[in-house]
């Protein structure tokens, strides 16, 4: 069992950054694959990036790729989302979820996977 939860969130302007954390407890955060997803008013929770740590492979969603990197500090199990370059479409509920790893790398995209998640942080970007 891991617990997640999330901080970091808040109000910017567009092209500010923040930076959101998702610390775990339970079991390391360094045997699962980790993810951030987030969801906007009206619209589905969405993909953002996803990290294997065993392996070193990240993969982010085209939307964010340039400007969101994903990293993890294992000594203290948490992970983080560093947010540059913020737009107003960037604005949502941020979620971090964590994976077992026993899947092909293209389902790390689908939410379905994920057996963790924390209760979210909210991201404005006004312009």
């Known amino acids: 069992q891991v617990h997640l939860v999330e901080s970091g969130g808040g109000s910017v302007q567009a092209g500010g950054s923040l930076r959101l954390a998702c610390a775990a407890s339970?079991?390391?955060?360094?045997?699962?694959?980790v993810a951030w997803f987030r969801q906007a008013p009206g619209k589905e929770r969405e993909f953002v990036v996803w990290?294997?740590?065993?392996?070193?492979?990240?993969s982010y969603a085209d939307s964010v790729k340039g400007r969101f990197t994903i990293s993890r500090d294992n000594a203290k199990n948490t992970m983080y989302l560093q947010m540059n370059s913020l737009k107003p479409e960037d604005t949502a509920a941020y979620y971090c979820?964590?994976?077992?790893?026993?899947?092909?790398?293209?389902?790390?995209?689908?939410?379905?996977?994920?057996?963790?998640w924390g209760q979210g942080t909210q991201v404005t970007v006004s312009s």
């Open positions: 979820a964590a994976a077992p790893l026993r899947y092909a790398r293209v389902l790390y995209q689908t939410q379905a996977v994920y057996d963790f």
């Open positions: 339970g079991r390391s955060l360094s045997t699962y694959v």
């Open positions: 990290d294997m740590w065993s392996t070193e492979t990240t």
